[in-house]
């Protein structure tokens, strides 16, 4: 018996996040179909000009605003950030810099620094 190998669909939400793109940004053909493994990798190899445009401007989704900023999204959440960003966006709350932001930023690197503590501890031999 022989096993036919058959391409794998994906919803398109599923397929938005794994391109770390804000699927209601994206064109209507995107969003009403399923994407195969295959398209998928061909987007993620060779984007077509409206995927460059909607990663380099946004708007972009929770994940990718809490990266750009250097916090969690609970701090987002936690600021009352719920929606999705622009480019500008992020750029103007960077440039403001609020208390919220220095405030996140220093939970995150708290959270950071001990699982790195924790990552380290676990390499140690045990006496």
Known sequence: MTVRKTSQDM??????KKLDIYLPATPAEF????????ELTALQNDPPEW?????KSGP????????RLGVSISGLARAGV????????????????????????GIQADVL??????KDEKKKPRA
Request: net charge negative; aromatic share 4%; glycine share 2%.
């Open 31 to 38: 969003q009403e179909g399923f994407i195969s493994r295959e």
């Open 60 to 67: 972009h989704p929770r994940s990718v605003v809490a990266a």
């Open 51 to 55: 995927l460059q445009e909607l990663r």
């Open 11 to 16: 919803k398109p939400a599923t397929a938005a």
């Open 113 to 118: 620094a001990e699982a790195a503590r924790l």
């Open 82 to 105: 719920t929606d999705a960003l622009t480019t500008d966006d992020i750029d103007a709350i960077r440039e403001d810099n609020p208390d919220w932001l220095e405030h996140e930023r």
